[in-house]
């Protein structure tokens, strides 16, 4: 929230005077302009004015005030007793009404960026601006105002994410048809509380926002996957949301992948990621490149990316081996983290903390593995100064007072949801589409533009977003768009004091200064590995060589922008 003078503010396209919820006697002028809701209050001679951004609703709802609440599919857990005098959602016909109240309650959902304790922590809190419409006399007078508002501030929310959403969305909230979000939810990714999360963070909001979703949950490896390629995703054009970790939404990436409408659906529908694995390098990469105070609360910041709809562009990285082609959004490697990554799978239960402790036990035991790896390095007009890396962990705070009229309640009730049903495309066995390739061949030599190094290594790791995990922040410099693959080598023979110094730094970033580390942005490379063991996105795969190129914005992926 800001504060500003009248001056700031575009225009408006309603005003109204209302009524707020917790100040009965006093009457405030509220306008609703492009840039969002903007309170005003007069009071001896000051006028005070309050402006909740566009940017920070995610939805509104019209309500009534009803006699009894048993049937009801909303209503604000604040009144925990349902009997007594509960509002309804207006568009419930299957209550009895209270026709003395002829108001209609108008809610509006906003997460606001609010301040922490300590000044680096900001974080985003649930308001909800409750304006009660009872300046005509008849209800349905009442209600016409306030759907005038609700219909006014969608059209803003849409036109903010560039038209995204079908304009038939407006018209009702039966009328989303193809317009689902599909929600594939892994029980098994981290500690195994997706569902909990989902349930008690994510479905609320989702609920606020006025989202249909369709769940999923994964009953096995490789569901996600074979239920993206075999279902009429057309059906799902608000997007496909994982609820777990970087593992799932490979799977979602790579089923994609083997459908022959590829092309068209990574270009039109958006994909998400509800963070509940143990790594979350990407959910946390999303938040760092949009400054969100993701550490404070991950789940919330990343679900408020689905609720708002927008998105950005997203690289993905093409992956071939002799056996397999796989499409990548996170990391490949070779050595030391790949070796962390997969021997720490048996303390899965200890969450993300089982990588700090099998990488200490990884430098008691150091290893060095022996190759050949080549690289086409970026263009040298594309490259960005490494002196340009300024550790964006301390970030400019927004000043938010506490408002006289917000409701900030933690609790809310949410919709249940159907059972799962699919659509088959294809009976036909897997068949891979996506991409093609613009390298030679494997069993080929690389070019001669290539740069190749054949010896000992410690680790040959690349990554494409900023955060390999939530704590490990790998490439300070990348962006989610950049067309760069982020290379590090670590050659044998580095002492393990700089090498301890390399882990350490890779939670902020100083890792690249350590003289050993060589960081090369690149956009094809080549790993030839003799022993040792290869993952992509975390995930291990045969041991052999590999060879990867940059496939820049392959994928839209939400994100505030
Ligand atoms: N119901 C299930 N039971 C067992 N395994 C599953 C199930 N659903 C998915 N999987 C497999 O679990 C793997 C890991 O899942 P996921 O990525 O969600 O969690 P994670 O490994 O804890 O998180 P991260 O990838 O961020 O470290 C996936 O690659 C998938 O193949």
Redesign the pocket.
């Known amino acids: 929230m800001t504060e500003s003078f009248d001056e700031d503010n575009p225009s408006p396209i309603l005003e109204e005077s209302f009524h707020l919820v917790s100040k009965k006697n006093t009457v405030y002028k509220v306008k609703l302009s492009e840039k969002g809701l903007c309170l005003q209050k007069r009071y001896n001679g000051i006028t005070k004015t309050q402006t909740v951004l566009l940017e920070d609703i995610i939805g509104c709802r019209c309500m009534r005030k009803g006699l009894y609440a048993q049937k009801c599919k909303w209503r604000p857990r604040i009144n925990k007793k349902p009997l007594n005098n509960p509002l309804q959602v207006e568009e419930n016909s299957s209550v009895l009404w209270d026709d003395s109240d002829i108001s209609v309650w108008f809610h509006i959902y906003a997460y606001v960026m609010k301040k922490g304790k300590v000044f680096t922590q900001k974080k985003r809190e649930r308001m909800v601006i409750t304006l009660r419409f009872q300046s005509y006399e008849r209800y349905d007078e009442n209600l016409n105002k306030a759907q005038k508002w609700k219909v006014t501030l969608k059209y803003l929310m849409n036109s903010l994410h560039k038209g995204s959403i079908p304009a038939c969305y407006f018209l009702s909230s039966d009328i989303k048809i193809g317009n689902k979000l599909l929600v594939i939810l892994?029980?098994?990714?981290?500690i195994g509380k997706?569902r909990d999360i989902f349930q008690s963070k994510v479905v609320p909001l989702l609920d606020e926002a006025e989202i249909s979703y369709h769940l999923h949950?994964?009953?096995?490896?490789?569901?996600?996957?074979s239920l993206v390629r075999k279902e009429n995703l057309w059906r799902y054009m608000r997007g496909i949301v994982?609820a777990?970790?970087?593992?799932?939404?490979?799977?979602v990436i790579n089923g994609i992948m083997e459908r022959p409408d590829w092309s068209a659906i990574c270009s039109q529908i958006k994909l998400g990621i509800i963070?509940?694995?143990?790594?979350?390098?990407l959910a946390k990469s999303i938040a760092h490149a949009n400054d969100e105070p993701y550490d404070k609360n991950p789940v919330l910041v990343s679900a408020l990316n689905v609720a708002h709809g927008n998105s950005t562009q997203l690289d993905l990285v093409r992956v071939e081996t002799k056996h397999q082609v796989l499409f990548s959004f996170l990391s490949i490697g070779w050595g030391l983290i790949s070796d962390v990554d997969i021997e720490s799978e048996r303390l899965?239960g200890i969450g993300s903390q089982r990588f700090t402790i099998w990488s200490v036990a990884k430098l008691i035991g150091l290893r060095s593995y022996k190759g050949r790896i080549s690289y086409l390095p970026v263009a040298a007009h594309q490259l960005i100064a490494q002196d340009d890396f300024d550790a964006r962990s301390v970030v400019s705070e927004d000043e938010r007072r506490d408002s006289f009229y917000s409701v900030v309640s933690k609790k809310s009730t949410f919709l249940s949801v159907a059972s799962s049903s699919y659509e088959s495309l294809a009976e036909d066995a897997v068949k891979l589409y996506g991409p093609t390739s613009d390298l030679p061949p494997l069993s080929q030599s690389v070019p001669p533009s290539w740069t190749s190094i054949e010896g000992e290594f410690v680790l040959v790791h690349a990554s494409y977003p900023t955060h390999l995990?939530t704590d490990c922040l790998f490439a300070p410099l990348a962006k989610l768009d950049d067309g760069c693959i982020w290379l590090c080598i670590i050659r044998a023979g580095i002492s393990r004091p700089h090498l301890m110094q390399f882990l350490v730094g890779l939670s902020n970033g100083s890792h690249v200064k350590v003289p050993e580390a060589e960081m090369i942005p690149v956009t094809a490379l080549r790993i030839e590995p003799e022993s040792g063991q290869l993952t992509v996105?975390?995930?291990a795969i045969n041991l052999g060589p590999l060879q990867a190129e940059i496939l820049p914005s392959a994928i839209k992926i939400f994100a505030r922008g």
């Open positions: 892994n029980p098994k990714s981290g997706a949950c994964t009953t096995h490896a490789h569901d996600a996957q994982v777990g970790g970087d593992g799932i939404l490979f799977e963070p509940c694995g143990s790594g979350n390098g899965r995990m996105d975390g995930e």
